[in-house]
């Protein structure tokens, strides 16, 4: 269909539909001429997905285009809409221990002892989020935290003038980012269409908590065990895949 015709089947203008294509909320049309371009059902489907995701559960856009974009979307069977906004359902549930206040990005540095720039960097790695507001950029409890335990960490020896670089965290993003990614979509795959948010909400919080016990007993358990190989080997240090 033209883009007249996408108009007319969701009732969304031209100029909203291109800028969801620009930021990334809409797959590029077709485009069998240099002038013309043909949209599809995907376009629709896609668009009416997005203004439900505005209207019924008042998201922005950002978490519009991360939901839209997951691969939770393209299972047709699972009834992941009803677990939208879990992660509201989830922050009350998880708070517990020493609770840390949100803190602007300059606190944070004053604070710690990481410079703002070392923390632009961890944010710009993944190792840490930002949350951008009209005051500034603020990291949240979690990220607060994050920040103090490297701080921590320097404090220890395991300084950037040893090699213990922002860089050098990166294999901790990676891997957190594929466990991540697979519990969500397992989790959403599993039970999308099973559970109310409530019981979701209960449950996702008990599976995160059995992660936070099982891979520090897992990664010591490793560490451990390679340690004592390095030792039996005379200092032979193990193969890391992807490196010569």
């Not at 540095?109 to 703002?116: D, E, L, N, Q, W």
């Not at 908590?209 to 007993?217: D, K, S």
């Amino acid at each position: 269909m033209k883009m007249k015709e996408l108009e007319a089947a969701t009732g969304i203008g031209r100029e909203t539909i291109r800028y969801y294509i620009r930021e990334g909320l809409l797959p590029e049309p077709v485009r069998p001429k240099r002038n013309v371009a043909a949209y599809g059902r995907e376009h629709v489907s896609r668009l009416n997905l997005i203004r439900r995701l505005q209207h019924e559960r008042h998201l922005p856009l950002s978490v519009i285009k991360t939901i839209v974009n997951s691969e939770i979307v393209d299972t047709p069977t699972q009834g992941f809409e009803r677990l939208i906004g879990l992660e509201i359902a989830l922050g009350p549930l998880l708070a517990e221990g020493r609770q840390l206040s949100p803190m602007r990005i300059e606190d944070v540095a004053k604070a710690t002892g990481i410079s703002v720039g070392d923390i632009r960097a961890f944010a710009e790695s993944g190792f840490i989020f930002l949350d951008r507001r009209e005051d500034g950029d603020w990291l949240n409890q979690r990220n607060v935290r994050l920040m103090e335990l490297i701080a921590e960490a320097r404090t220890l020896g395991f300084t950037p003038d040893i090699g213990y670089t922002v860089d050098s965290y990166d294999i901790y993003v990676q891997m957190t980012d594929w466990m991540a990614r697979r519990a969500v979509v397992g989790f959403y795959s599993r039970l999308g269409e099973k559970l109310d948010q409530p019981e979701a909400a209960k449950l996702g919080v008990a599976g995160i908590r059995f992660l936070n016990e099982v891979l520090p007993l897992m990664m010591i358990e490793r560490i451990v065990r390679l340690v004592e190989q390095v030792s039996e080997s005379g200092g032979e240090l193990p193969r890391i895949d992807g490196e010569d």
